[in-house]
């Protein structure tokens, strides 16, 4: 049979006339995480969050210039064809001031958004996607950034039933001035005001120099006690018209988280080999399962004591210090040391180990 491939549009035209759409191209979010199904740091629990810290895999909060104004936490609450949700609640009734900046954002790496064009003349549109839910309704801000803050494109959408899943797009014209990373550093955020004051809120549906992170006149979350926001398939692909979510297998959602976070429980059956150097210390090497973004720095939970050395001559001697990397990881392996007060057999193999199945060792390269 004759094929007839249509250059004009997605799709090949057989001799009959009929039709066959052609798959849709993968990797089409820029977004990762944008389900919310990943959440190494927290799990399922509430947390309150500082300036800045990171709470479902790849999404932080700002939290300027006071903590505690609202927790975070991965939601079961969802709509039709998602599980998860990021579920925002606010901690109070804040009325804020004019340089209060409120938001969840993410930031996409450089060398994700680097065919976008932007800062040059052939920047291509983009359609920011998602689906929202708060307890309460009105119009509500956002911003896109580049890495310096010196280019922002404040936009506004509209919840308009409380307590219901509603879909959002806001379709983006790329910018053509400012200097946008294409780097493994900070390429474009995207944030989503939960309370910015004026200073930072600026007119939707422009590119700007001011650095803004909502849109003018926006629903404050944390102005009302208990208010809640719900948001989930979040999506920034390219063109003019939002595109159905592009699911990826939740491994390879995984796999791109770790590029950023990798959080590593340690026990008696998942310890990291080595060997010990001298009767006090032990050196040991962990390769990432993915390579990470930059050096990655070591976060550690509990106290030297949760930690331990185990031999098969001396059996396990508990750290009087937590592990920590010597000198500077690189972004595919990492030399750590425990420290011991003694007891350690020089030479011999080693697996770096823990009390129990909560202490980790986690490594971050965000951005």
Excluded: H
Excluded at 229 to 252: E, H, K, M
């Amino acid at each position: 049979m004759t094929t007839i491939i249509n250059g004009s549009s997605p799709s090949i035209t057989f001799s009959d006339g009929s039709a066959q759409t052609s798959a849709t191209q993968p990797f089409q979010n820029r977004i990762i995480n944008g389900a919310m199904v990943v959440s190494q740091r927290n799990g399922t629990s509430t947390v309150n969050p500082a300036n800045a810290d990171v709470t479902l895999d790849r999404w932080g909060s700002n939290m300027f210039p006071n903590a505690s104004k609202y927790t975070v936490a991965q939601s079961t609450t969802a709509p039709t064809g998602f599980n998860n949700s990021l579920l925002v609640t606010s901690s109070s009734a804040y009325s804020g001031g004019a340089t209060d900046i409120y938001t969840q954002f993410q930031w996409i790496e450089g060398f994700n958004t680097a065919d976008l064009g932007w800062g040059t003349a052939n920047a291509k549109t983009v359609t920011l996607s998602f689906w929202v839910r708060s307890s309460l309704t009105g119009t509500f801000g956002g911003a896109l950034q580049n890495s310096d803050g010196t280019r922002n494109y404040p936009y506004s959408y509209t919840i308009s039933v409380a307590n219901t899943f509603e879909y959002k797009s806001v379709t983006i014209a790329g910018d053509t001035s400012g200097t946008w990373l294409t780097t493994n550093g900070r390429g474009i955020g995207i944030y989503f005001g939960l309370g910015v004051g004026s200073t930072y809120s600026g007119t939707a549906g422009a590119w700007s120099g001011s650095n803004f992170y909502s849109a003018t006149g926006a629903t404050s979350v944390v102005a009302t006690n208990g208010a809640t926001w719900f948001i989930t398939g979040c999506q920034l692909g390219v063109g003019s018209t939002a595109t159905s979510f592009d699911y990826r297998p939740n491994g390879t959602e995984f796999n791109l988280c770790m590029r950023y976070y990798y959080k590593l429980l340690i026990n008696e059956f998942g310890a990291i080999n080595g060997f010990c150097d001298t009767s006090t210390n032990g050196i040991f090497f962990y390769q990432f399962p993915v390579p990470m973004r930059s050096s990655p720095t070591l976060e550690t939970t509990g106290s030297a004591s949760n930690y331990g050395i185990r031999q098969p001559s001396t059996g396990l001697v508990s750290c009087n210090a937590v592990p920590a990397i010597i000198g500077t990881a690189s972004v595919g392996v990492a030399r750590i040391q425990g420290y011991t007060a003694g007891s350690l057999t020089t030479n011999s193999g080693a697996g770096l180990t823990s009390d129990g199945a909560s202490t980790f060792l986690a490594f971050s390269a965000e951005l």
